[in-house]
């Protein structure tokens, strides 16, 4: 079993910035890929930006110039760093651990953090 927990959301004004966190414990392997959904209300989740363990990433395109991910394997730790916020990008993020196992992948999801963008 895997626990992810985020952290780092909070109210910020249009044009701002905002660093969340995510921490995975538990049972933990090297083949992983950490990343950031996010849900608005009446909206469906939407990908942000994913990590692999080997540093690959993949962004949403609504995201693509503004933010950044970054993780520390030996802290099991995924980052996101948001520029430029706009009120579009108010929205629950929610964190995402996907291990590979065999061949099936295992999917542990976080709790969310709020994030609201408004002046």
């Known amino acids: 079993q895997v626990r992810v927990v985020e952290s780092g959301g909070g109210l910020v004004q249009p044009g701002g910035s905002l660093r969340l966190s995510c921490a995975a414990s538990g049972n933990i392997f090297g083949i992983n890929t950490m990343g950031w959904y996010r849900q608005a209300p009446g909206k469906e989740r939407e990908l942000v930006a994913t990590?692999?363990?080997?540093?690959?990433?993949n962004y949403g395109d609504s995201v693509k110039g503004r933010f950044s991910i970054s993780r520390d394997n030996t802290k099991n730790t995924v980052y996101l760093q948001m520029n430029s916020l706009q009120p579009e990008d108010t929205a629950v993020y929610y964190c995402?651990?996907?291990?590979?196992?065999?061949?099936?992948?295992?999917?542990?999801w976080g709790q969310g953090t709020q994030v609201t963008v408004s002046s």
């Open positions: 995402k651990y996907s291990q590979r196992l065999l061949q099936s992948t295992y999917d542990y």
């Open positions: 990590m692999t363990y080997i540093g690959n990433t």
